[in-house]
């Protein structure tokens, strides 16, 4: 099956910095999504981007297909961005393939 | 709802117990998803309805697991004599399935823990 790769697997950033979460898959694919999940659990839908560039406020995502990998960016960062963020793929099927996350902690 | 709605929040039984984990999706939704999220295993695919057709199983780690969706909505997933390592948060999600977008809305969970 196809495999979902993250990194760094942890990050720790003062408030206000920039950083940039790499995700990077086996096969081409027809889905990938960005998920933060916040510290009670709950998967939160950041992009929906199996290609192109997205801007949500401070996030961003871009996604090189070709390339098979997919950035996300988070700007001017704030403590309520911790948590871990998910990359998911699916690749000609339904099912999300999800990579092992990346724990982002925000420092006040 | 607004949002994918699953029940009970927790559950804690006894080893060799039955369990039934239910998921209310987003209405109009036509895609229901089932996955797992343990320790050892991180967030894995279970199980997968699409309107009528039949599911896609693939995922569902042994006999004692089966999933239904009566009436193209609501979700059961029952484990059968459950078993320590059963012990995750299962997590449903739903998605529209328009052409150009597939994106996969995800419940709060139930924690399941098999003492």
């Known amino acids: 099956g196809i495999q979902v790769e993250q990194s760094p697997p942890d990050l720790i950033l003062q408030e206000g910095a920039n950083s940039t979460l790499r995700c990077n898959f086996s096969?081409?694919?027809?889905?990938l999504q960005w998920f933060h999940q916040n510290p009670w659990g709950q998967l939160i839908n950041l992009f929906y981007?199996?290609?192109g560039t997205k801007q949500n406020g401070r996030l961003s995502a871009t996604t090189v297909a070709t390339e098979r990998y997919s950035l996300l960016y988070i700007s001017s960062s704030q403590t309520t961005d911790s948590g871990v963020y998910f990359c998911?793929?699916?690749?000609?099927?339904?099912?999300?393939?999800f990579g092992t996350g990346t724990r982002l902690t925000i420092i006040p | 709802g607004a949002g994918v709605s699953q029940s009970p929040s927790n559950k804690v039984t006894e080893k060799g117990k039955d369990v039934e984990l239910r998921c209310d999706p987003i209405?109009?939704?036509?895609?229901l998803y089932w996955y797992r999220q343990s320790l050892g295993q991180g967030l894995e695919f279970l199980i997968y309805?699409?309107?009528?057709?039949?599911?896609?199983k693939s995922g569902l780690p042994s006999d004692r697991f089966s999933a239904e969706r009566t009436g193209g909505s609501v979700s059961t997933l029952t484990i059968q004599r459950t078993q320590q390592e059963d012990s995750a948060v299962y997590l449903c999600?739903?998605?529209?399935?328009?052409?150009?977008?597939?994106?996969?809305?995800f419940g709060p969970g139930t924690r399941l823990t098999v003492l």
């Open positions: 981007i199996p290609s």
């Open positions: 209405s109009g939704h036509t895609a």
């Open positions: 096969d081409s694919v027809n889905n």
């Open positions: 999600a739903s998605s529209l399935k328009l052409a150009g977008t597939d994106t996969q809305y």
């Open positions: 998911a793929v699916a690749a000609g099927n339904e099912k999300l393939t």
């Open positions: 309805f699409q309107g009528n057709s039949a599911p896609d």
